[in-house]
Every structure is written in C-alpha cells, then in structure tokens.
C-alpha cells in the first residue's frame, strides 16, 4: 500500500529513495510533504506540470533555508515567529524541518515550551490550515469514517491530549492541537520518525471554559466537558478506531488532567502501545537530572531525602520513577517511600488524610513525621524540607514564585550543594527563576528547569543552568517502541529511557546536569536503542528484525531509519 494516496516511497535500481507522486501541478504545490517550491528541478517542472507556475531559478535547499531564516530573524514577538514557523511547515515540511535541525536550541523554545502556551491560548484565532485529526463529540459515533479522510497509510505515532490540563494554565479546549502538533514536531526534528509517520490528534470532548464556550471565533465543540462514564465511552470509540486504521501505531496520551491521566493510561496500555508523557516521561527526565545532579554532588540517589512540590500527574510521576531509582540501588519499598516526600496544595501528603486514590500510594506513614514541629493539620513545604533534612527539591506544581529564599535556604542548612529543579512550564510557572536559587544558595545550587534559562554569573563563574525538557525522553522512547513494534511500553522501557540519558550525559557532558538541547538528534537514538535492548529483554518487541541484535546493531537500525530533512528526487508514476 502507498504511503499516501498522494504519493508513494520507493527505491530505484541502486536503491535510493524517490517519490512517486500521484498528483501534479498546482495541486502538488499546495501539499506540504510533497512541496519543493523553487527547488524543484528544471526536469522536474517538465514532468509534474509546474513549469510556469515557480520562479525560473531553480534553489538549493540551502539557498532556501537563507532566505526563511532571514525571514524570521526580522520577527521579533515570539508568538509571530511561532506563526511564521508553523506557517511554513504547512508549506514545505522538508524545508521546515531543515531549518529546525539547523537551529533546533534556538527555534525549540517558539515551536515548544514556553510559546506554545500563548499559541494553545490563541490557537482559534490564529488558526490558518487544517493539520492532524480531531475526533469530536460530532463526529466519535462516526470516527471510523473520519479516520478514513486522513491521507496517511503508515502512521506509527499518535499524540492525542483532550486539552484538559495544557501546561500550567489549564483547560484550553480545541487549542490543545497545538501541543499535539508541538510534540510530533519534537519527535521528527529530534527523533528521527518521518512526518508522514506522525499524526496530532485533539480528542474535543468539550471545555468547561465560559471565554472559549462564548468566544465566536471558537473553533471547538460548543459544550462542557463529557464527564465519567459518557468521557471513557468516547475514548473507547477513539481507540478501537485507530487499531483498527492504524494498526501499529504508538498513542502518547498528553496534557491531560491529573483525575484522568492515570486512568486512561491504566485502561489502555496493555490495549495499544501507549504512555502518558507528563507521567512516565516527566518522571523518566527528572531521574536523569537527579543522578546526575548526584554524581556531581559524590552521592547515591538512595541516600536522598527527596521533596516533590506538586502532586499532578507529573510530580506523582516523578515520585513513582525517583522511588523506583533508589530501589535500584538496594533500597526497599517502604525505605524508598520514606524518602520520597510529596505535597499537594494542602500540604505534606500523609496516611489519614483525604487525597485522591492516586495520590495515596504515596503519602507518608504517619509514624515518618512523629515528633515534626508544624503548625497546621499537615506540614508545609518549609515545614517539610526542615523536618526531614531534605537535600533535593523538584517543582511540579505550576505554582510561580513558590520557591522563596527562606525555602532555598532551608535546603542549604541540609546539605553544602542542594539540588533545587523548578520544573514547572510555561516560564510564568516555573517555581522560582534560576538566578535567584543560585543568589539565595551562594551558588552553591543545583539548578535545572523545565523551561530554558541562560548561565548564571555568580562571584566570577559561569554556572550553567539544565533543561528538565521532556524532550530528551520521549522522542527516544516513542522511536524505540515503534522500530521495536512493542506491543507495550512497560515500566522497565520507560525507567530505561532515563538511565540512557543519564548515561549519555555522563559521558558526553559529565559537568552537566542534562545535555545541551542542541543535542537531541544525538540522544534520541542512543535513548530509542537502549529502549528497543529493554523491549527485546522483557519479551514485548514484535519486529523479527531486531531479534538478537547487539547494541551496536540496535543503533545502526536506529540510524539507518532515521529521518532526515532532505528533498527527494521525483519521478511520475508510469501512465497505464
């Protein structure tokens, strides 16, 4: 089957790649997979009925590159170089991707985190091209029919978020496409999986946000959000639908709230291949941070005393990999808990008190905080960094500004380097700014972030502030699921994904507490290996291909499938 109804990849006699396109003309120019724009060739302007329709110089795709990317240096609001971005991959995605690989450090933080969250905000408003598929309450009793109109024949990842929880501002509606689109955006410049693998989907069950429900440019379903039962049955819809269309495709479950992510990853990971990247992922980056932020100190994870501010799916999340870490290195499952404190809004979580179910496996024993002097029903986040002598402090609350000094200061009368990560996202979030923590530390601090900071200068040094950026996980850890054909992604996968980032920090960057962003096209398919050697060893990877391969011959199927942002050649299919 073609991968497209548009067009096909094939190989030639010597068994290099071409196109085979099915349409010509105007009509080509107007698909952005398909799109060279002025590079198409003098012969190929002859063949595929373009001749007249381009300018006559015939570009390199590095001369094309020049000419956007002075384009976007003039653009000076972040948000309209998202735009101009966005609009030119819905041009020519080859040439998108080109131009994203060449300056992945500098354009991630306007395609991703922080823009995108004015993009999500915005999205209806500033919305110019249909991309990805949305399955809606108009439309799930016949998804089966809608999924039918996506022009795509291979898709192998899915990233679908019901918008409920975008980032740290919340319920956005139909807006969360932009994060979908965000994320396999990531997953082609960083990890390699071919555009016309990919698809976003926003799952439009609705918003409970008045704004966007009498907003008459709204581009959404107009109603409050499904609820229970009548939400799962229209998952449930969506899922059998995509086995059935794309039988061996991974879905990323993304940016959904905390009542439902831990759910809908239970209810369908054993279904179809699937993680939760604000759970697993965010859990899987802050281990790689936090081992290499204890390397750097001389310590082991196991003897930390850990806070987590924040008890959404990504703190819980993190608490769930940081436990598993020290168990890892001979902890039990009770000491690894003692060790692992988490708050929510209310406080220090604590056996008797009322939480969600999700919550509850990690509260603490109420013997852990016998003889702890604090003034309400539950310690606070001072209260709880001072009585259990914590050394290591990650954010996930979404809470801006929550790391004070009196806290960073608590963490330094514990330990003579604390690792202090405010990993909350957008910027607005992040729970204290990393030149404040080095201030209030004397710099003596470790500090990563979710969102990208410059260097410090303190006292004559230059110290570099990490990205918690998921990004260093989950392109690695979809890929190797994918080219596995796991027909899971298990713990031991994802727990995987973190030790190789934290192996490859260590080796290529071992002052750093994560590598530069710039990167990632290096880590992604050092991560997908490992991930694909952990998939073989539990017995879920279906792909006859990889079947005994060593490492080293992991790594070269991973880079022998590893996309590329180059122009193909064309040649028409044959008139019969």
């Known amino acids: 089957m073609p991968v497209s109804r548009y067009y096909d990849v094939k190989r030639d006699e010597r068994g290099e790649r071409y196109l085979e396109p099915y349409v010509s003309g105007f009509l080509l120019l107007r698909l952005p997979l398909l799109n060279k724009g002025t590079a198409f060739t003098e012969e190929e302007r002859r063949a595929l009925g373009l001749e007249g329709l381009l300018p006559p110089h015939v570009n390199t795709l590095e001369e094309q590159k020049e000419r956007v990317y002075r384009r976007y240096r003039l653009i000076q609001s ?6 101009y971005l966005r609009h030119l991959q819905d041009r020519n995605e080859v040439l998108f991707y080109a131009l994203l690989v060449d300056h992945l450090e500098e354009m991630l933080p306007i395609l991703y985190t922080p823009t995108v969250g004015e993009a999500v905000r915005e999205f209806s408003h500033i919305y110019r091209y249909p991309r990805g598929f949305t399955a809606s309450t108009k439309n799930i009793d016949r998804i089966e029919e809608a999924l039918a109109n996506v022009p795509l024949e291979e898709v192998r990842l899915i990233v679908a978020t019901d918008s409920s929880a975008i980032l740290g501002i919340g319920d956005q509606g139909y807006g969360g496409m932009a994060i979908s689109i965000g994320k396999l955006t990531i997953y082609t410049a960083a990890g390699g999986v071919g555009p016309d693998k990919t698809l976003p989907v926003e799952l439009d069950v609705g918003t409970d946000r008045e704004d966007l429900l009498t907003d008459p440019l709204y581009l959404g379903v107009r109603h409050k959000r499904l609820r229970g039962e009548e939400y799962y049955r229209f998952l449930d819809r969506f899922v059998e639908a995509v086995r059935r269309r794309y039988p061996k495709a991974l879905i990323q479950w993304e940016d959904f709230a905390k009542e439902a992510a831990f759910t809908v990853l239970e209810r369908y990971r054993k279904v179809v291949p699937s993680f939760n990247d604000d759970i697993q992922g965010t859990g899987a ?3 790689a941070g936090v081992l290499s932020a204890c390397r750097l100190k001389g310590e082991k994870l196991s003897a930390q005393v850990i806070v987590i501010y924040g008890a959404g799916a990504g703190g819980i999340g993190v608490a769930w990999a ?22 929510d809004s209310k406080g220090l979580l604590v056996e008797g008190r009322s939480m969600e179910a999700y919550k509850q496996p990690y509260a603490q024993r109420r013997e852990r905080i016998a003889g702890w002097e604090f003034a309400g029903s539950c310690p606070n986040l001072l209260e709880t960094i001072r009585n259990a002598r914590a050394t290591v402090l990650l954010g996930l609350s979404g809470q801006g500004g929550s790391f004070t000094e009196p806290v960073a200061r608590a963490m330094m009368e514990n330990t003579p380097r604390p690792v202090i990560f405010p990993l909350s996202n957008p910027t607005s979030a992040s729970e204290a700014l990393p030149d404040d923590l080095i201030y209030w530390t004397e710099g003596r601090a470790l500090v990563a972030a979710g969102s990208p900071f410059p260097p410090v200068g303190y006292m004559g040094r230059t110290i570099p502030i990490g990205q918690g950026n998921n990004a260093f996980i989950f392109p690695g850890l979809g ?42 096209r290096e880590v992604s398919p050092y991560v997908a290996a490992r991930v694909m050697q952990k998939a073989l060893e539990e017995g879920v990877a279906e792909e006859e291909r990889v079947m005994g391969l060593s490492f ?3 790594m070269e199927f991973v880079r022998s499938r590893f996309w590329e942002p180059k122009y193909l050649p064309y040649r028409p299919a044959p008139v019969i």
């Open 78 to 83: 972040p948000l309209e170089k998202h735009i």
């Open 285 to 287: 980056v802050a281990l």
């Open 322 to 343: 940081l436990r598993e870490g020290m168990k890892r290195e001979g902890l039990s499952e009770e000491e690894a808990r003692a060790r692992v404190l988490v708050l």
């Open 479 to 520: 890929l190797g699921a994918v080219l596995a054909r796991a027909r899971e992604v298990t713990d031991g996968m994802v727990l995987e994904a973190a030790y190789a980032l934290y192996d490859y920090t260590q080796g290529h960057f071992p002052e750093f507490l994560y590598p530069p962003v710039s990167r990632l």
């Open 552 to 554: 080293k011959g992991l």
